[in-house]
């Protein structure tokens, strides 16, 4: 008996030894241990305690297919046009033209206050959300949990996590209604817990700013998002361009940036074989599939919509779905 309890003993005081090691090295703690210093976190950071008790009283661990989903994010192999083919389709285009004649009051005050043109506007509400039709289906609490708790950039989540909270404490949203992506960018509008405190707006003035169910405040946000990342007022993103033939690919990039003038005595032209607009501005050429695909003279509004989503066809859809919403009125220089 006394030898058996001695190798029970042993064994047991290795498998804690074995265990205490693994989280040594992982950097896990156990999730409740975890959340407790979350609760105390948010507490000093000045979140209510009733708020706290709501959302977070049914954590329980991280949800599955959240880690699932960052944890399997495949490089993009999809080519520049077959993301256009998707993202502006002529649905997209119909329903973009439909959202135009619906708000004209609210997008001709967000247009004037903020100097991004309506078209752009409702080009980024269509790409980031359908229009509001998918705006992801993960309550935003536990997601952000997730990916707070799980490491990989558990230090930007957490915060993000935090922001959320405060959204909820300030009475924006209710807890049930407080949706978005697996990665919990929120709204109609997309927009991180933080983005949301720095660009969120409450257009109609009923004391909440709702991206969620409010257009308003939808249109007005993003336009705020826009002006203060530098949007310049009576320029336009780009526009695509051809080639002349054996041009010098060492100028392409957004590395290098020309006037207009001088990329026209290089020969590059609108696609209708048109000269350049005869306008003083700056521009960098790109062309994202590689050589003998479309090219893009961008100008610095190109690198405003960088500033929403750093990818190069995330900008130019939304600033080809402007033009396409853009292209029964003025030509756009």
Known sequence: MKSTSSLVLITTCFYLLLTANVLAVEGE??????????RQEARAAGISQPILESALANLTG???????????????????ADYLATRVSDKRITNGHIRLSEYPTWLGRVERKYGVPRRIIVALWGIESNYGQNTGGFAVIPALATLAYDGRRGGYFRKELIEALRILDAGHIPLAQMNGSWAGAMGQCQFMPSSFRRFAVDANGDGRIDIWTSEADVLASTANYLNQAGWKEGQTWGRPVKLPKKFDPSRIGLNTRLPLSRWQALGVRQTNGSALPGRTLQASLIRPDGPGTQAYLVYDNFRVLLAWNNSKSFAVAVGTLSDRLGAKGKKHR
């Open 62 to 80: 991280p949800l599955p297919r959240v880690l699932e989903l960052d944890r399997k994010q495949p490089e993009s192999t999809q080519s520049l």
């Open 29 to 38: 703690p156990g999730f409740g241990v975890w959340l407790n210093g979350l």
